[in-house]
């Protein structure tokens, strides 16, 4: 009996031990993903805000408030 509760033990430990591993690397695996998105993401709106800045930087209004600055 103490050898099968020894061994009921160990095999729910290693079974603990294998959840978690893989858990922690789906969480690991998902959280790349979420900061590869995130980044992709900054970058289009780097790229929108320059775009916009260049846009009113063509307008001549613009070009004289700057020069009267």
């Known amino acids: 009996m103490l050898s099968a509760s020894a061994l009921l033990v160990a095999l729910g430990w290693w079974t603990y031990r294998a959840v978690e591993g893989s ?6 695996v998902t ?6 998105a995130q980044v992709n993401a ?8 320059t775009g916009d800045a260049e846009r009113v930087a063509r307008e ?7 020069r009267a600055l």
Do not use: H, N, Y
Request: aromatic content about 4%.
């Open 31 to 36: 959280m790349r993903s979420l900061l590869d």
């Open 23 to 28: 858990l922690q690397e789906i969480r690991a």
């Open 60 to 66: 001549p209004a613009a070009r004289q408030a700057i």
């Open 42 to 49: 900054l970058r289009v709106w780097v790229k929108e805000e």
